[in-house]
């Protein structure tokens, strides 16, 4: 079967193999492409595949036979007691010693992975019991909990908002970030489900992350909210986890040169307010604001670097020489959040991360291996508000072309206001396909959110362009009631 193919930006394609594509077909043209060369991420969804890689797309699907698959099997223990279950069994007209019985005879699969970290979406719960998702969320969901919405089935791998029916939990472990790979269900995977009593459901053991390196400060003040931020990994998105890294690559890239390190070691990512912090070892350092502008400095053991508000733009990273541990399992999803007292400590070895492109590749081509001075920051800031997308990968009508920015914006997307509506209202029940930083999703109420380095790695809306790679940096730095400009 040939996909309709389409692009997702300048690094990546989305390939559509349409409704009747079975899961062991999708699984094993998924199998094919990890081995290519040139792909760093390929992300099942519901009928495709989101197919990113480390330059331009030039892919011919004839030439990239399916591989042999072969599933796992996994026997889950579930016990039946969710609160929605008495509903399931009135809406089947069952019992609840039927519905026991049968199923234990159910058969799923996971046909992808997305909404949480390692979250899979299960085919195969049975047409007579499907029942349509709540129409209020749940503000907590316990881990391991079952539950079904619609023809899809799910276990909860981690505490969690949902508002899928609950029917029963399990206490088996689905999610270990410090395990790897850390996920127990993988796309295709088949699960079979086994009624039993569970008398308790502990807790998980939260792994002591010990960096080892040394302590090279205090922090003192943490501004406003700072995180530690390494390099994007795009093997996490084969588990359900956005591939993450710094909001603006230009910016983090332009500290750490002037600190002397790789453009993508760890660093300190800041929003307004940069933390004050205690230097416990002679350190270089340096400072990028939003708008390019770069500081340096040379710090003795004892010394303060208080850095305060800054300007140019949302956010400003600050680099340390030789880089600082981020202080996290690579599988977790949100960066660490720096708070006052924090010990900052050296990155002790070189992450060994698949990483795909490199950050050089993402800067934009006038800048080259040069290290603006303070008073270039102009530059960078150049038609900063003027954000170049590609069409697709969905097919949609032309977006209007000024849009205001909201206060809704974190690292997982921005949600732009149109200054002018458009009579198009988008679905909002597309079959779920993969996403990246930069994907732009168009909401039924009219809105756009733009994606950011911590977005779910899947999703169900209009997907009707995604920005150039070489203006990622931009989305880092738009603040509340900005406007701007999506051209091609």
């Known amino acids: 079967m040939q996909p309709k193919v389409t692009p997702a930006g300048d690094r990546g394609i989305l390939a559509d193999f349409g409704a009747d594509v079975t899961a062991a077909e999708l699984h094993a043209r998924a199998a094919a492409l990890h081995e290519h060369p040139h792909v760093v991420a390929c992300i099942v969804g519901q009928q495709s595949l989101y197919v990113v890689f480390d330059g331009e797309p030039a892919i011919d699907f004839g030439d990239v036979p399916p591989i042999a698959f072969t ?8 016990d039946f007691s969710g609160p929605d279950l008495d509903e399931l069994l009135a809406h089947a007209h069952l019992t609840r010693g039927d519905f026991l019985n049968r199923v234990s005879s159910i058969h799923l699969t996971a046909r992808y ?39 899809m089935a799910g ?19 689905l999610w270990d970030p410090h395990a790897d790979p850390p996920n127990r269900f993988a796309p295709g995977d088949a699960i079979e489900i086994r009624p039993a009593s569970i008398d308790s459901f502990d807790a998980p053991t939260a792994a002591n992350i010990e960096s080892g390196g040394e302590i090279v400060a205090e922090v003192v003040a943490p501004g406003q909210l700072t995180t530690i931020v390494g390099a994007r990994d795009w093997k996490r998105a084969g588990y359900g986890v956005s591939p993450g890294g710094p909001f603006d690559v230009l910016a983090a890239a332009l500290a750490n040169r002037a600190a002397g390190n790789d453009d993508d070691a760890p660093l300190l990512e800041c929003v307004l307010v940069a933390p004050r912090l205690r230097f416990r070892a002679p350190r270089r ?4 604001d ?46 660490t959040v720096v708070k006052a007292g924090m010990a900052i400590r050296s990155l002790k070895r070189e992450a060994s991360y698949s990483r795909g492109s490199t950050v050089e590749s993402l800067l934009p081509r006038f800048l080259g291996e040069k290290v603006p001075k303070a008073d270039e920051g102009a530059d960078l800031a150049w038609q900063k508000n003027d954000i170049r997308i590609i069409s697709g990968p969905h097919d949609a009508p032309t977006l209007p072309e000024e849009w205001e ?62 920005v150039v790679s070489d203006d990622l940096w931009k989305l880092a730095q738009l603040g509340p009631g900005e406007r701007i400009r999506l051209s091609k």
Request: aromatic share 10%; with cysteine; proline share 8%.
């Open 113 to 151: 992975l997305g909404f949480r970290a390692g979250f899979a979406y299960l085919e195969g719960w049975p047409d007579e019991w499907r029942m349509p998702r709540r129409t209020t969320s749940r503000n907590l969901v316990p881990r391991g909990s079952f539950a079904i919405a619609g023809a």
């Open 405 to 466: 920015v909201t206060a809704q914006l974190n690292r997982v997307g921005i949600r732009l206001r149109p200054i002018e509506t458009s009579p198009f209202v988008p679905s909002a029940n597309l079959p779920s396909c993969g996403m990246q930083f930069g994907t732009l999703q168009w909401h039924p109420d009219g809105s756009l959110v733009a994606m950011g380095p911590d977005h779910p790695v899947t999703g169900g809306y209009l997907q009707p362009a995604t």
């Open 285 to 288: 350092a340096a400072f990028c």
């Open 290 to 335: 939003g708008g390019g502008n770069v500081q340096s400095f040379t710090l003795a053991a004892g010394e303060e670097l208080n850095l305060g508000r800054f300007h140019g733009g949302l956010r400003g990273y600050l680099a340390i020489e030789g880089g600082i541990d981020e202080m996290r399992a690579r599988y977790v999803e949100a960066p």
């Open 71 to 78: 599933p796992r099997t996994h026997v889950i223990d579930v």
């Open 155 to 173: 276990f909860y791998p981690v505490d969690s908002p949902g508002g899928w029916n609950l029917l029963g939990r399990t206490s088996a472990t």
